[in-house]
């Protein structure tokens, strides 16, 4: 049995109703075409989600040749067993319009392509980064991608003498992972299971959905567990908590400081623990002790005795308590998130309950095996590194491994970036300031291996050349850990579940035409499938267990412990004076920092963001089912609370003007308690540029066209809800 598509599916069931007057050819019998299809074989293949960075364990169903329906692997510590409805509308994206079907060269200014073979892209892009890199070295090339778990580029990169594989954490959790890795030694995981008190600040599991974190946080509460949820937003995590308590945005700091200073204090803190395992303790005292409850209540607004009554509650069910480590919300988008994380270790840290049931613990991990190297070539020295990361007098402390992308259209300008690569990245939309952004295009070469028509290769790319969609392709396996507590790391990977309708490869195949026009022959000299078997080799698995397993679980090597803790940093200690700060000249301890900026005016509001449960930021706002629920919900207006609304004169569902100091847009609002007077909400979705991508276009707006491209000095994130906007009522 063919596979049909649904437009051929329509055009055949209108040729059916008329089919006395039609061709011989046309006349179909359905009642045989249904039995048939009915009694299809249905095959069940392993695969990951690509709907978000928790690649969730899934079985894809496949009958007659065509998507049935995914499931969640119940084995896998991120789904057990339930997908979100980002994970169904993702892979239904396999057959979604706005997919880039061979690649595609630039033809003119006006964003015209024309269709080309592999050959020829592989040809024409090989040899013209050659010549690039011998006229102005391997350093001026760029590879920007969402990052994760592939390394195919940094191989080619390594030869040509490139340092540049950056990704798009400065606008995600930058400070996060650099302040955890400083002060702790890398990042710790919430034990959701075994808490009695559970503060979440900045992290919404039910809009950032993880499905099995949600689970495991309800089973907790349905045992006794006690939810506290800090938020300027009546969040979906809030709909399940025993307090909602909302936030003045961008004061998370202080309300963290006076949680610390009522523990200190009041001597509710675990003084063996910070005796034994914390370095810095005086000095962070002595610089904060006069920064009390009632301080802090004075900038958060959140009443002195509500924070003292958290601390205490904190303490009370310590080591069984926790400050969930956070992500996106304050990880990249304050002046003050490098001190906001730094007091998140530190007020865990005064709980004692790093390695304790119900507190927290690092990512269990494994190591796999590589096949055999088949280059022996030449490797160029590397140059500098172009972003400034990591780097003496530019950016020291910011983590090489995640860079600082918003600066290379500056670069760009400067001539030190010449060819751009863009791998499953889409800066136009998801970083600040899009016509900033644009400037890429001035890049001697720039390509775009992304799937989808999306803003960044329509606007910038010279060369589109799209990648397969993840149900079409086998990988090599990833090692699923962190964001959650789990004792054990597992193994599990991608296997091909489906032909492809179009012609789009996979990025080892991507990789391998590229260097071979290059010149550089036999870089990857080995398929997916052995490098599959290389991989799981050391760990005893073979390829067909973990296909028939899909997700395989290994022994547990995290557990709590009381005794002999160690810490990855300079002391050897959970650092409350950092050593990396006072090494570049900094005071080590974090103390009060203001927010950037702050709205005045009556009609002025800190533009905050976040993600709705059923879109991942900007990836799926092509897509139909999704959209429909986006439809259903209103889910493109913009958050304001009702007393600031009413005093605008604005109702439900008004079009109201936003400005910001880089732009003026229109949007629809809506008007809800369930929000802080001082901002207004964006969902992170919508906004979409690109007219190919027809089902998202014209949607909504996106927070980051608000925004203008900053750079934090610490850690490089992108400062983005650091934004006031004007609202005037009225628009479209
Ligand atoms: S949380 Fe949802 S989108 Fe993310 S990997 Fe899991 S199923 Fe996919």
């Known amino acids: 049995m063919q596979p049909i598509s649904r437009r051929s599916f329509l055009k055949l069931a209108a040729a059916a109703t008329t089919a006395v007057a039609l061709p011989q050819g046309l006349k179909i019998d359905f009642q045989a075409f249904a039995e048939e299809a009915k009694a299809g074989e249905v095959t069940k293949v392993p695969s990951l989600c690509n709907g978000c960075s928790s690649y969730c364990g899934v079985w894809v169903y496949v009958k007659n040749g065509r998507l049935w329906k995914i499931e969640g692997n119940k084995t896998h510590m991120k789904s057990r067993g339930h997908i979100c409805a980002r994970g169904h509308g993702v892979a239904q994206n396999v057959y979604n319009p706005g997919r880039v079907t061979q690649p595609m060269k630039r033809i003119d200014d006006q964003n015209n392509f024309q269709p080309i073979t592999w050959e020829q892209a592989f040809q024409e ?77 900045g992290r919404n599991y039910a809009g950032g959905i993880i499905p099995a974190a949600m689970k495991r946080i309800t089973q907790a509460k349905s045992k006794g567990a006690k939810i506290i949820v800090v938020d300027p937003r009546f969040c979906e995590l809030a709909t399940i908590a025993d307090e909602w308590i909302p936030i003045r945005p961008g004061t998370d700091l202080a309300f963290f400081l006076g949680i610390a200073h009522t523990l200190i204090s009041e001597d509710l803190y675990d003084k063996k623990f910070v005796a034994e395992y914390v370095y810095g303790f005086e000095e962070f005292w002595a610089h904060n002790k006069e920064f009390t409850a009632d301080k802090a209540a004075e900038i958060c607004g959140i009443p002195a005795e509500k924070i003292r009554e958290i601390a205490r509650a904190l303490a009370k069910d310590a080591p069984q308590a926790f400050l969930d480590p956070g992500y996106h919300g ?165 296997f091909k579940a489906l032909e492809s309708t179009t012609s789009s490869l996979a990025l080892l195949d991507i990789m391998k035409g590229l260097t071979k026009a290059y010149g550089i022959e036999n870089l990857y000299g080995y398929t997916v499938e052995e490098e599959l078997e290389a991989a799981l080799g050391p760990l005893g698995i073979s390829v067909e267990e973990l296909k028939e397993k899909g997700c395989i679980e290994l022994m547990p090597t995290v557990l709590p412990k009381d005794e002999g803790l160690t810490f990855s940093t300079f002391t050897g200690k959970i650092e409350f004076s950092i050593g990396a700060w006072r090494k570049e000249g900094y005071l080590g301890v974090p103390t009060w920092v203001p927010p950037l900026v702050e709205p005045k005016n009556a009609n002025e509001f800190r533009l905050i963001h976040g993600k709705q449960p059923w879109h991942s930021h900007i990836m799926t706002t092509n897509n139909p089912y999704l959209m429909a629920i986006t439809k259903e919900k209103n889910g493109t207006y913009m958050w304001m609370n009702s007393s600031r609304a009413a005093e605008l004169g604005i109702k439900e569902g008004d079009w109201v003007t936003v400005t910001s100091e880089i732009t003026s847009k229109q949007v629809q609002v809506h008007v809800t308690e369930g929000l802080h007077p001082e901002c207004v909400w964006l969902p992170s979705t919508y906004g979409t540029f690109s007219e190919k991508l027809e089902l998202g276009y014209g949607q909504g707006v996106n927070y980051n066209d608000f925004i203008p491209a900053r750079i934090d000095k610490k850690t490089g994130h992108v400062m983005g809800q650091e934004c006031v906007v004007t609202i005037t009522k009225g628009g479209k």
């Open 125 to 201: 892009v090989g040899q013209k980064m050659k010549a690039l890199v011998e006229e102005h070295g391997g350093d001026k090339f760029v590879w920007l991608c969402h990052g994760g778990k592939e390394s195919y580029a940094q191989q080619f990169m390594d030869i040509i003498g490139s340092d540049n594989y950056i990704t798009h954490y400065a606008t995600c959790f930058s400070a996060k992972t650099n302040i955890w890795q400083n002060m702790a030694g890398g990042m710790f995981n919430s034990d959701f299971d075994n808490a009695k008190t559970m503060l979440f600040v």
């Open 330 to 494: 304050l990880a990249a988008h304050y002046q003050n998130s490098n001190e906001t994380m730094a007091l998140n270790v530190i007020i865990n840290a005064l709980l004692g309950n790093f390695w304790k049931a119900g507190g927290l613990f690092p990512a269990a991990s494994t190591t796999f095996g590589h096949p055999e190297a088949t280059y022996y070539g030449p490797v160029a020295a590397k140059g500098p590194r172009v972003d400034g990361a990591g780097v003496s007098g530019e950016y020291p402390l910011v983590e090489p491994s995640r860079g600082i992308p918003q600066r290379i259209p500056d670069l760009i300008e400067k001539g030190r970036v010449k060819i751009v690569f863009f791998y499953s990245y889409n800066p136009l939309r998801s970083a600040p300031e899009p016509e900033y952004q644009k400037k890429i295009k001035n890049a001697d070469l720039v390509v775009s291996i992304n799937y989808d028509w999306n803003e960044t290769s329509l606007y910038t790319a010279h060369y589109i050349l799209p990648e397969n969609h993840y149900l079409e392709r086998t990988e090599h396996p990833k090692v699923i850990n962190g964001n959650i507590y789990w004792p054990a790391a597992q193994v599990a990977t991608r």
